[in-house]
């Protein structure tokens, strides 16, 4: 069974600290593909990064930055000297590579994500 | 270019009304999905479209909940008889390719129905 926890459910911080959103998987498949994802109040999920299985390598892309550890399966988002604009909900995903699900994401709980000015 | 649209982005319903929510996914994008997302909770797959086919619909919670996308474009959900456990935020997302390949699923601004 394919499973993300995200253990935090709302986090809050003052701007300008650094926070860190942690995301635990579960999964069988040997490929598989991992996502974050926002929510602002809106409603709309915004991409914000898709890696690979094999991938393991870090990325940084301006203020967000994410770990990915298959040892221990998981795939963390930092957001470094946080914003007002930041405060949103934000899930990670996980699709298998194959099987019936069609490649359909499952997502954690989401963690709420509350930056004070 | 054009995102997802969803339309209408509110709906209220009676109980036991039919709805139909409408999804227009990004042109040329093979597959889209559905998901519903409860208050405070991650969005949970529906069903998934690769073009007009309907492969896979094991997330639809019951017989009242049909969807369909006849000519492999716009998509639209619609429930009968709604129940108030119906009530929640309804997510369409569409993706270029098929099943395989590591591409990303893009997502509308969702329909929140409620259900009195």
């Known amino acids: 069974a394919q499973k993300v926890t995200q253990a935090q459910t709302e986090i809050s911080v003052v701007e300008k600290e650094d926070v860190t959103l942690d995301c635990v998987y579960e999964?069988?498949?040997?490929?598989?593909?991992l996502f974050w994802y926002k929510q602002p109040p809106s409603g709309e999920l915004v991409f914000l990064i898709r890696r690979n299985s094999f991938d393991e390598q870090n990325e940084i892309s301006g203020r967000y930055s994410w770990n990915f550890q298959k040892s221990t399966s998981s795939f963390n988002f930092t957001i470094t000297a946080s914003q007002v604009v930041d405060s949103a909900v934000y899930f990670c995903a996980l699709r298998g590579y194959y099987g019936g699900s069609q490649g359909n994401l499952i997502f954690g709980k989401g963690t709420k994500l509350s930056v004070k000015p | 270019g054009a995102g997802v649209s969803q339309s209408p982005r509110y709906k209220v319903a009676k109980r036991g009304q039919d709805v139909a929510l409408r999804c227009d996914p990004i042109?040329?994008?093979?597959?889209l999905f559905w998901y519903q997302q409860a208050l405070g909770q991650g969005p949970e797959f529906l069903t998934y479209?690769?073009?007009?086919?309907?492969?896979?619909k094991s997330g639809l919670p019951s017989d009242r909940f049909f969807a369909e996308r006849p000519e492999g474009s716009v998509s639209t959900l619609k429930i009968q008889r709604t129940q108030q456990e119906d009530s929640a935020v309804y997510l369409c997302a569409s993706r270029l390719q098929r099943r395989e390949g590591p591409d990303t699923q893009y997502f509308g601004p969702g329909t929140r129905l409620t259900v009195l």
């Open positions: 479209f690769q073009n007009e086919a309907q492969l896979d």
């Open positions: 999964t069988r498949d040997t490929t598989y593909y």
């Open positions: 042109s040329g994008h093979v597959s």
